[in-house]
């Protein structure tokens, strides 16, 4: 899969069939939008392509009106973005910078420049409900016009439902704040997790009996806030039980920096700069400011004792299972 940071350059444009989107956790009715995308682009002897964007236009407004908190919270990182329309086939990933030149395209603008003459699009799948250019003036109607006009195809997605439930990023986004994974993997497909590169912390961790490996959060507004129960992928052949804290850390930065701090029990290498994925399983509870560090390491111990006994219960019911069958 090539990733193209703007619109590829003019040797790059070769014809393509695309769909457009945040594409944020890249849920069931994503895959079906791109499922179907890469056939027509098969039968048509296309590209598949996928335009997404960075930042979230909304985030982008929210920043805009001076209010940061009307941003949606994230579901997945950049890199767990691209990882999971690698996994769907897709051939390009145009990541469009969303500025204030972009936002003040009007929609003919975008049509001619950026798919016609900067993508070359011949087949474009979007969703019932899709909108674009200035003001969001632009519409389905708008797009089927257009590619008569220019000579390319327009087809529309219905909404995926699950269990009569419309499958989208909002639900998702609802779901991993209540903490209710088990509906959170129905929707996206999969297990919700976070991935990056261990970096440097602080290394305070390690002076109180708990050290961590630290993943950088690059937006503030992650889908999740607490502390939970994890499973770390990517240091050995089997997932490695741990206890995960993701928030600003109020009792010992003040600079509103997000990070994601992973404990993993009874296990000790040097992981700095490994690729790891950390896999959300149980909330435990909210992020607390503590008075002092002795109540900020009893809470951790307290976190760390209930994440252990997480795995000993879930042990305990698979060794039964296994047991009686």
Request: charged content about 20%; some cysteine; hydrophobic content about 45%.
């Amino acid at each position: 899969m090539k990733v193209f940071r703007g619109l590829p350059n003019a040797a790059a444009r070769a014809p393509c069939a695309l769909t457009i989107g945040n594409f944020d956790g890249v849920h069931l009715g994503h895959q079906a939008l791109l499922a179907r995308m890469s056939e027509a682009a098969g039968k048509l002897g296309l590209d598949s392509a996928v335009m997404t964007f960075e930042p979230h236009p909304r985030e982008y407004f929210a920043r805009v009106q001076g209010d940061p908190a009307k941003a949606p919270a994230r579901i997945a990182n950049l890199r767990d973005k691209l990882r999971s329309l690698n996994q769907a086939g897709i051939d390009r990933v145009i990541v469009q910078h969303f500025n204030a030149h972009f936002a003040a395209l009007t929609p003919e603008e975008f049509i001619r420049d950026i798919l016609v003459d900067g993508l070359h699009v011949k087949w474009l799948m979007i969703g019932e409900d899709f909108c674009f250019g200035a003001r969001r003036a632009g519409n389905v109607a708008m797009l089927i016009e257009a590619g008569q006009r220019y000579g390319f195809q327009v087809e529309t997605l219905p909404t995926v439902q699950h269990d009569g439930t419309r499958i989208s990023s909002s639900a998702i986004r609802m779901a991993l704040e209540a903490g209710n994974f088990t509906q959170a993997h129905q929707m996206l497909g999969h297990p919700y997790a976070i991935s990056g590169h261990v970096i440097h912390g602080k290394k305070l961790g390690r002076t109180i009996g708990f050290p961590t490996l630290n993943l950088a959060v690059t937006h503030k507004h992650p889908a999740l806030s607490g502390i939970y129960v994890v499973q770390v992928h990517g240091l050995a052949a089997q997932p490695l039980p741990g206890v995960a804290s993701i928030g600003v850390r109020p009792t010992v930065d003040d600079s509103g920096r997000v990070l994601l701090e992973t404990h993993l029990f009874d296990f000790a290498a040097n992981c700095y700069g490994k690729l790891i994925r950390i896999e959300f399983l149980k909330k435990l509870r909210s992020e607390q400011k503590y008075t002092d560090l002795p109540s900020l390491t009893a809470a951790i111990a307290n976190d760390a004792n209930n994440a252990r006994a997480y795995f000993r219960d879930a042990s305990a019911v698979a060794l039964s299972a296994t047991d009686r069958i």
